[in-house]
């Protein structure tokens, strides 16, 4: 029976990595700005989503939610696991609301890349509001630690015009037609899990037992078994050769991991020497 190399399944093993971050973005930190947020529930939904997707610094600029509701026991239930990303938050209040624009102008000196986000945009009547998709976005590679904001609006009306002037790129989730608003935790997770998979390399699998996908080779040892098969099967010659194809493409566009690669290679294994030994007896 045909078996996988255990001694490179071993080094694999021993080698596998977890999901992290690409080398090239190694020095972006990213800092989640909610400007005027009005409900307590969002904020906290918010906090859980950056802890899903290794996000740590939230901002909550001028909220329009009492800072004790953003603090509170039920807020914490929604933030679950992010209790700590919502405790550590840094909390902008100004007192004078007419100041809002100047003093929002002033703190988004603090970064080097300003990411804003809007439901609008659809329309391209607004030169202000021409929004890409997130999975466009091409985030800086910086050798130098690079400070990047991503500002999300009020739920109700969202970024205003003069604050998202002072962001270099423009988001807008594709949505329907008929009702283009997400919920701004919605929204959030969308967001934060697009640029999450731009600078992560994502694995498959956790843990002490990670998932291992077959490779080509371990794909290829597997079709020569099938080839063999189809060989004793005696099957007509012009429809070797398409049987063959189907099952290569077949395998091809699986996402086989070694391990079930093995279990099917075990089994068309078995099957091939008993058709082996069967062809040998009629003989």
Same mark, same amino acid.
């Given at each position: 029976?045909?078996?996988?190399?255990?001694?490179?399944?071993?080094?694999?093993?021993?080698?596998?990595?977890?999901?992290?971050?690409? @080398? !090239?973005?190694?020095?972006?930190?990213?800092?989640?700005?909610?400007?005027?947020?009005?409900?307590?529930?969002?904020?906290?939904?918010?906090?859980?989503?950056?802890?899903?997707?290794?996000?740590? $610094?939230?901002?909550?600029?001028?909220?329009?939610?009492?800072?004790? &509701?953003?603090?509170?026991?039920?807020?914490?239930?929604?933030?679950?696991?992010?209790?700590?990303?919502?405790?550590?938050?840094?909390?902008?209040?100004? @007192?004078?609301? !007419?100041?809002?624009?100047? /003093?929002?102008?002033? *703190?988004?000196? @603090?970064?080097?890349?300003?990411?804003?986000?809007?439901?609008?945009? @659809?329309?391209?009547?607004?030169?202000?509001?021409?929004?890409? *998709?997130?999975?466009?976005?091409?985030?800086?590679?910086?050798?130098?630690?690079?400070?990047?904001?991503?500002?999300?609006?009020?739920?109700?009306?969202?970024?205003?015009?003069? !604050?998202?002037?002072?962001?270099?790129?423009?988001?807008?989730?594709?949505?329907?037609? $008929?009702?283009?608003?997400?919920?701004?935790?919605?929204?959030?997770?969308?967001?934060?899990?697009?640029?999450?998979?731009?600078? &992560?390399?994502?694995?498959?699998?956790?843990?002490?037992?990670?998932?291992?996908?077959?490779?080509?080779?371990?794909?290829?040892?597997?079709?020569?078994?099938?080839?063999?098969?189809?060989?004793?099967?005696?099957?007509?010659?012009?429809?070797? /050769? &398409?049987?063959?194809?189907?099952?290569?493409?077949?395998?091809?566009?699986?996402?086989?991991?070694?391990?079930?690669?093995?279990?099917?290679?075990?089994?068309?294994?078995?099957?091939?020497?008993?058709?082996?030994?069967?062809?040998?007896?009629?003989?």
């Amino acid at each position: 029976m045909i078996r996988l190399d255990k001694k490179e399944k071993k080094r694999e093993l021993y080698s596998f990595q977890e999901t992290h971050r690409m @080398k !090239e973005y190694e020095n972006l930190s990213f800092t989640v700005v909610l400007v005027k947020p009005e409900h307590s529930g969002n904020i906290g939904s918010v906090a859980r989503v950056m802890e899903n997707f290794d996000f740590e $610094n939230l901002v909550i600029f001028n909220p329009i939610e009492s800072i004790e &509701n953003i603090l509170s026991y039920e807020t914490q239930g929604f933030a679950m696991h992010g209790k700590n990303i919502l405790f550590d938050a840094k909390i902008i209040e100004v @007192k004078n609301q !007419e100041d809002h624009i100047s /003093e929002f102008k002033q *703190f988004m000196k @603090k970064f080097d890349y300003i990411i804003a986000t809007t439901a609008q945009g @659809k329309k391209h009547s607004n030169i202000r509001r021409l929004a890409i *998709f997130p999975e466009d976005l091409n985030l800086p590679v910086s050798v130098k630690p690079l400070k990047i904001a991503i500002l999300f609006g009020k739920e109700s009306r969202g970024l205003t015009n003069e !604050e998202i002037s002072h962001a270099d790129i423009l988001l807008r989730i594709p949505t329907s037609n $008929n009702y283009s608003a997400l919920n701004l935790s919605h929204a959030c997770g969308i967001i934060l899990y697009e640029i999450f998979k731009r600078i &992560n390399i994502v694995t498959i699998g956790r843990g002490t037992n990670p998932v291992l996908i077959a490779d080509k080779d371990n794909r290829s040892i597997l079709l020569n078994t099938v080839k063999e098969i189809i060989d004793k099967l005696k099957i007509r010659s012009h429809k070797k /050769e &398409n049987v063959s194809f189907a099952f290569r493409n077949i395998f091809g566009r699986s996402l086989m991991s070694k391990r079930e690669l093995s279990l099917i290679l075990g089994l068309f294994s078995k099957v091939n020497t008993i058709l082996g030994e069967k062809n040998l007896y009629e003989k």
